[in-house]
């Protein structure tokens, strides 16, 4: 089956760029969604389709795409935003949907 | 607001059935929608186990598919998982969610998770 790679750990200085990023086949077609993981909670989508955002979620956060990396870029990182991220999408090939191994991003 | 609530035992033992239900409140799972589980091995990552219609129809991730039972029960509007042959690689928290209106595969309301051990 297809699989989503992404790299273990990031990190970033408070208030500067940083992006996480995912790759794999299934993202040539389908649009990877994002979420942010913080311990012991419930994961939370931050990013979905094209580069869209849910109720409640800054703006700071946004998605791409090229090819079969799809990337989620904070800008201006804030302390609240440590915590794990994980990459996900629909398998083209079946109707299976695929998580990323997660991201643990740390704010310095 | 949509709220997911997971129940069930916190402990099963090896060869035996695991069995989860997740109990819906703040929208009515008859609209419509796919219903997920989604397990998370303790400090490891997501795993999508499967989702289902509110009429029944089903999607399974290929590598559980053999020992993975969903099922709903619009009347108390709540669906349940069944794993079968249980082994000590599947314990985790286990999440019911709710996709997004825009993609089944989206999850935008999950419960908080429960923890199910697989120990004798």
């Known amino acids: 089956s297809s699989e989503l790679t992404q790299d273990p750990a990031v990190s970033v200085a408070l208030g500067q760029t940083v992006r996480i990023t995912c790759q794999g086949d299934?993202?040539?077609?389908?649009?990877a969604s994002w979420y942010q993981q913080k311990p012991g909670q419930a994961p939370v989508l931050v990013i979905y389709g094209k580069n869209n955002r849910p109720s409640g979620i800054p703006d700071r956060f946004s998605g791409s795409s090229s090819g079969n990396t799809a990337s989620l870029t904070i800008t201006g990182a804030q302390a609240e935003d440590e915590g794990d991220y994980f990459c996900s999408s629909r398998d083209s090939i079946n109707n299976d949907v695929l998580f990323g191994g997660g991201t643990k991003l740390t704010v310095l | 607001q949509v709220q997911l609530q997971e129940s069930g035992p916190g402990l099963v033992k090896p060869s035996e059935t695991l069995s989860l239900t997740c109990v819906v409140s703040?929208?009515?799972?008859?609209?419509?929608?796919?219903w997920g589980w989604i397990r998370q091995p303790p400090g490891k990552g997501l795993e999508w186990i499967g989702s289902i219609y509110h009429s029944g129809s089903t999607y399974y991730n290929p590598s559980l598919k053999s020992r993975v039972t969903i099922s709903v029960d619009t009347s108390k509007n709540q669906f349940s998982l069944k794993l079968s042959s249980v082994t000590a690689a599947d314990t985790a928290i286990y999440h019911c969610?709710?996709?997004?209106?825009?993609?089944?595969?989206?999850?935008?309301?999950w419960g908080q998770g429960t923890l199910v051990t697989v120990s004798s």
């Open positions: 299934s993202l040539r077609s389908y649009y």
């Open positions: 703040g929208y009515s799972i008859s609209s419509g929608y796919y």
């Open positions: 969610a709710r996709p997004h209106t825009t993609g089944w595969y989206y999850f935008e309301y």
